[in-house]
């Protein structure tokens, strides 16, 4: 996604919208923005997880492979 942002020239962003569950077992939801238009949303056990599944996501809704 990121690669694909870069060629382009798209701006990308991640943001963390919640973060639920207690201090052991939190789940994290982040959403990607690609030119301030949100365009998936992924779910992780860590931001950086939430943020890797918010790019899958997009990728798919994107077809980049």
Do not use: M, P
Request: charged fraction near 35%.
């Amino acid at each position: 996604l990121l690669e694909w942002s870069q060629k382009n020239n798209k701006r990308l962003d991640y943001f963390i919208i919640s973060e639920t569950g207690n201090r052991h077992q939190k789940e994290f939801t982040a959403e990607v923005r690609v030119n301030q238009e949100r365009i998936a949303e992924g779910k992780g056990s860590s931001k950086k997880r939430a943020e890797q599944a918010a790019a899958e996501q997009a990728c798919k809704l994107l077809i980049i492979e």
